[in-house]
């Protein structure tokens, strides 16, 4: 009879042809395919509005994959870029503007700020060159002393002052807090951009790449069309609108797929791109639009131009103005467009 247990009473399992270890062929080997001491994480963009951290994620990343404005608060939602190199990978988040809240959507931003800075591994503080350490600043600087993260200070827009003032401000700078690093960047001009990435590639924990290497945003392309026509709004209306404007993609239909082959005439083989404005007030549509309609074609032209280069191929864009009564402050307004 043969022995089903063995000396140590454990039983004795029959071979497995399909799990044979000794034959080299069935066991499968993983290589990597990137350095031991690979370094990847998430680095977080944090600072008062304005401060050039959606110009400086572009810098950073290569290419545009943030919206940028004059306007202060452009930002709206967390934006990632990812930037892979030989030995790490950043993956960027860049963050609303953080400051004194005046309506609900200040508040709710404020709080995706927060919710942000918890998730991060490194979080690189934007102070631009040419403005005095103010409220805002100090109040960002005590919130990050209790995080326990990384933090460096990334001085931006050097190109703006002169370098005694520039001396003037990183001591200035140094003062506000106990930084890890301190990098003055132009991200206009590209100047100190591979400074700061191996800067933060210095902060980040040992890892394997969190994105494919050939990727550079993880925005969705609707969302990455609504806030190309947000932005060329916002240059138009630079002087015009209060932040009360917001964007909001019904439709991308493409008329050369069987679904909707034949559904839209008169456009060719464009794809077609259906955008609302949104503003507050009936008043503010008038603005909007423009007389006899000159802002809104504008926007439109801008806006064109931009998501042509995004998605590659003519696009025929149809914009409409609506109203949102008070959606900035309305709880069921706010949860509709995604805030």
């Not at 008062?48 to 919206?67: D, E, H, M």
């Not at 924990?205 to 932005?231: I, K, N, W």
């Not at 009564?325 to 307004?333: E, G, L, N, R, V």
Request: net charge negative; glycine share 8%; proline share 8%.
């Amino acid at each position: 009879m043969t022995n089903t247990t063995d000396a140590d009473g454990f039983p004795i399992l029959p071979d497995d042809p399909d799990t044979d270890v000794d034959d080299p062929a069935r066991v499968p080997i993983a290589v990597p395919d990137y350095p031991e001491d690979f370094r990847a994480g998430f680095v977080c963009l944090l600072g008062r509005p304005n401060t050039g951290k959606s110009t400086l994620t572009n810098a950073l990343v290569g290419t545009k994959i943030a919206i940028t404005s004059g306007r202060p608060e452009t930002t709206r939602h967390n934006v990632r870029g990812v930037v892979s190199r030989p030995d790490s990978q950043l993956v960027l988040v860049d963050t609303p503007g953080f400051h004194r809240p005046r309506t609900l959507l200040g508040k709710r931003l404020n709080d995706l700020v927060r919710e942000t800075l918890t998730g991060v591994d490194v979080i690189a503080f934007c102070i631009p060159a040419g403005d005095k350490i103010g409220p805002g600043d100090r109040l960002i600087a005590r919130e990050l002393a209790d995080l326990g993260k990384p933090v460096v200070a990334v001085v931006t827009k050097t190109d703006t002052v002169s370098r005694p003032k520039l001396a003037q401000q990183l001591l200035a700078v140094s003062e506000l807090g106990d930084w890890a690093d301190i990098v003055p960047v132009s991200a206009l001009k590209g100047e100190q951009i591979d400074v700061l990435q191996e800067v933060l590639t210095s902060h980040l924990p040992p890892s394997p790449p969190l994105y494919p290497t050939d990727s550079v945003t993880d925005e969705p392309q609707a969302v990455m069309v609504g806030e190309l026509v947000r932005e060329a709004a916002l240059e138009r209306l630079r002087d015009e609108l209060p932040h009360s404007l917001a964007v909001v993609v019904d439709e991308i239909v493409d008329p050369a797929t069987a679904e909707h082959a034949g559904r839209i005439k008169g456009t060719g083989n464009r794809l077609q791109v259906r955008v609302s404005l949104l503003v507050e007030r009936d008043s503010q549509k008038a603005i909007v639009i423009g007389r006899g309609g000159a802002n809104l074609k504008a926007i439109g032209t801008e806006a064109r131009r931009g998501i042509q280069q995004l998605l590659g191929r003519k696009v025929y864009l149809d914009l409409h103005v609506r109203t949102l009564k008070d959606w900035q402050s309305d709880p069921k307004a706010l949860a509709k467009l995604g805030f």
